[in-house]
């Protein structure tokens, strides 16, 4: 089962802007992740932020995390190219990642 | 940093016969592994968790018979595709972690893409 619904499932945006994906979830959890996921490939873990922390930054990214509402947004500044490619919240929680269902992120040039 | 190597990265089989997906932990011991699979558009399912000479957990409707886990060592886990069928066909992707290190996120592998014909 997954854990968190992202929005907006698709994003289209000029180069240059910035771009804000959202995510809930459903239970507690002792953190959150984003992942970013080029087309058929791989992931790459963006970045990890614990249940008690509000905020955090790495680079052009900040993502924030409300436990009393159970959302979690991920802010890309600045949006290049580069960035296109889809982006997953991933809850941790009992041992286990339950990804949420995505947003596709899509930077025009 | 960790890295996970998973092999191969794609493969094409018949209907009917058995695929081996392989996953290593390179530089780190993986005391937990995650199985998941994906299709085209949509976000990763968690298969099983399998925890180092345990048997594997698998989520509820995942056919334990279908998909074997084995994870015995700390370096490597596998997943066997058993019998395949066109709808098996997906991308599987391996994580691996060490409950000691847990709170610092898992290391994914880069991914089978399985076609089934």
């Known amino acids: 089962s997954q854990q968190g619904e992202e929005d907006p499932q698709a994003l289209s945006i000029q180069e240059g802007e910035n771009a804000t994906m959202n995510c809930s979830y459903k239970?507690?959890?002792?953190?959150l992740q984003w992942y970013r996921q080029n087309s058929g490939r791989g992931l790459v873990h963006l970045i990890l932020?614990?249940?008690?922390?509000r905020e955090k930054h790495s680079g052009r990214l900040r993502v924030t995390l409300d436990t009393s509402k159970k959302s979690s947004s991920l802010l890309i500044t600045a949006s290049r190219a580069a960035d296109t490619a889809s982006y997953f919240c991933?809850?941790?929680?009992?041992?286990?990642?339950?990804f949420g269902k995505g947003t596709r992120l899509h930077i025009l040039p | 940093g960790a890295v996970v190597s998973q092999h191969p990265s794609r493969v094409i089989c018949k209907s009917g016969t058995s695929v081996k997906i392989e996953c290593r932990s390179l530089d780190f011991q993986a005391t937990t592994m995650f199985w998941y699979r994906q299709f085209p558009k949509q976000s990763l399912m968690l298969m099983a968790t399998s925890n180092e000479g345990s048997k594997a957990t698998y989520e509820q409707g995942v056919e334990k018979d279908k998909f074997l886990i084995n994870h015995a060592s700390l370096t490597l886990s596998t997943l066997t595709v058993t019998s395949a069928h066109p709808e098996d066909s997906s991308f599987y992707i391996c994580?691996?972690?060490?409950?000691?290190?847990?709170?610092?996120?898992?290391?994914f592998g880069s991914g089978t893409r399985l076609t089934v014909v």
């Open positions: 932020i614990r249940s008690n922390e």
């Open positions: 994580s691996a972690g060490d409950r000691g290190l847990k709170h610092y996120g898992y290391t």
């Open positions: 239970t507690s959890i002792n953190n």
């Open positions: 991933a809850a941790y929680r009992d041992d286990k990642i339950i």
